[in-house]
C-alpha cells in the first residue's frame, strides 16, 4: 500500500531546497535547516508532528532517535546511516532510504559526524537527545 503522506513529503521535499518535510494529512512541515536542527526545533515546538511521514536529506542514529522522541510513523533519507536503521527497527518506525551508508561523516569529510560520535554507545532516545544537545552546546549549533 502506497503512502500518500510520504509520496507528498517526498514531492516537496524534491520541489525545493529544503533538508527535511514532514506531511501528515494536510499539515506539512518544512525546513532548511542543516543538520539535527530541525528535529530539535520541533521537539522543542508547539507543532504536534506525531504520525508524520518525514522525508530528511541525511539520518544517521542521532536524527534516527529524535525521530522516535518525534513518534514519526517513517522516514525516508537520500542517506541513512545502519544505525539509524537499528534505531528504526526497534522502535517500529518505517524506514527507506536512497544511499545505505556504514556510518555519517562530517561535513569536512575527515571522519564521524559529531551528532552520530556523541550518540555513540547510546541505546535510549532520551539519553541519546541530551548527547545531542550536549554536542550542539559544545559546537554552538
Excluded at 104 to 121: F, H, S, T
Aim: proline share 2%.
Amino acid at each position: 500500500m502506497k503512502n500518500d503522506d510520504l509520496e507528498r513529503a517526498k514531492q516537496i521535499f524534491a520541489s525545493g531546497n529544503y533538508t527535511c518535510v514532514l506531511c501528515r494529512g494536510e499539515s506539512v512541515l518544512t525546513s532548511t535547516e542543516r543538520g539535527v536542527r530541525p528535529l530539535l526545533q520541533w521537539l522543542d515546538g508547539e507543532d504536534r508532528v506525531r504520525g508524520f511521514s518525514a522525508v530528511d536529506k541525511v539520518v544517521g542514529r542521532a536524527a534516527a532517535f529524535l525521530y522516535v522522541l518525534l513518534e514519526a510513523k517513517e522516514v525516508y533519507a537520500d542517506a541513512m546511516s545502519e544505525g539509524a536503521q537499528e534505531v528504526f527497527s526497534t522502535y517500529g518506525i518505517r524506514f527507506g532510504c536512497g544511499v545505505l551508508a556504514k556510518e555519517i561523516i562530517n561535513r569536512k569529510g575527515d571522519g564521524l559526524c559529531p551528532m552520530e560520535r556523541a550518540v555513540q554507545g547510546i541505546h535510549n532516545p532520551g539519553q541519546a537527545l541530551e548527547a545531542v544537545r550536549e554536542e550542539c552546546r559544545k559546537l554552538a549549533v
